[in-house]
């Protein structure tokens, strides 16, 4: 039954706040204290957001309806409320298009679509969290470096700097931006190249003597979790792509016939399609695995519901139930394993990291070049599969020569 006005006049306040629905997302908070305000539920990208649509009787069930409509029709034409809504408060309070957030917010609208969706959600929140509060309303062309550092500083200070450093790197990019549009006449960030102290690298965990990888293929092979984590985590050293990468992998990327997995740009960490030959080995687990979750998106979706992928945490926890510790082995570390040893049986080096997807400075050379050493790449994969296998079953493997055409 649709809410009414009747209704919401006589709604009396409980001891707990609780909601009216009145349709199509929009609902309204009866408080304690006996104030009454909408709210618009939506989802967006798969994730499900609110934003508050007034108070009750300032905003009447018509006008409420109406707000809920006109948010149902930006989500239609792709555009996120709560992203608009935000970007209509920064102009408001500031009055200026030349505030850093709003430069910052011009950037990142214009460059998300070159990156993955996770980095342009963590390029957002980082700022949102660590730079607006201090310097987003301030005009950019008068941003100084000691004013900039004092942002680095306090990010710092909590031990997180690496993200300071990222924060660095990215406000530059961003004064660059402004400086290219007319709204700030040099990059303070420049100024404060050294100020901040190196980070130190921390690599991901991973077994690389062959007697040890041995064992731990073993322990996949005999995972006793469920059946769709035990295929990621049998599937993820035979493809040692990122976690991330593997389960978000979606069917439409995988083309079992020519035994090759494609993943979209979008997803990858640098922008660029990737290509990874699936071998014998892979083919056969994602043919176990298609009769169960084939029908939908995901390889590999939650436990909770098909729409979405497994967790990130999901194959790490796994490797703990095998009884590897986090100083022993990581998700991630599959692609260290396969980087060492492949190097140390003597691949091309260019084959091994065009296949792990490494950094290529030159952009528009990477996206031309995702095909690169393909046909070598393909005998690499299949090549390493066989030599797991051997470690596997406790075998003194020697892979054949790598370079055989």
Known sequence: MALTDIQIRNARPEAKQYKLSAGKGLYLIVAPNGGKWWRVRYRFDGKQKELSAGTYPDVTLKAASIKRDDIRRMVADGLDPLYERKIDKLSKRSNSE????????????????????????????????????????????????????????????????????????????????????????????????????????????????????????????????????????????????????????????????????????????????HIIPLSSQALAILNDLKPLTGSGKYLFPSNRTKTRPMSDNTLNAALRRLGYTKEEMTAHGFRSMASTILNEQGWNTDAIERQLAHSEKNGVRAAYNYAEYLPERKRMMQSWSDYLDGLAVGADVIPLHRSAK
């Open 98 to 273: 030349n505030s850093f957030e709003a430069v910052t917010r011009e950037w990142h609208l214009k460059l998300k679509a070159n990156w993955s969706k996770d980095h342009a959600e963590r390029t957002l929140t980082r700022f949102e969290k660590d730079v607006f509060p201090w310097i987003g309303s301030r005009e950019a062309n008068q941003i100084n470096a000691p004013e900039l550092l004092a942002v680095l500083r306090r990010v710092e200070s909590r031990g997180a700097l690496d993200t300071a450093h990222r924060i660095h790197q990215q406000t530059s990019q961003v004064f660059r931006y402004a400086i290219a549009t007319g709204r700030a006449e040099r990059d303070p960030a420049s100024d404060l190249k050294g100020a901040l102290p190196p980070v130190r690298v921390k690599h991901h965990s991973s077994i690389t003597e062959p007697q040890l990888v041995g064992g731990l293929m073993r322990s996949i092979q005999h995972y006793s979790g469920s059946f769709v984590t035990g295929c990621a985590l049998r599937l993820a050293p035979l493809v040692f792509v990122r976690p991330g990468e593997l389960r978000q992998a979606e069917w439409r990327e995988f083309d079992l016939d020519n035994a090759e997995w494609r993943i979209p740009g979008e997803k990858m960490k640098m922008g660029v399609l």
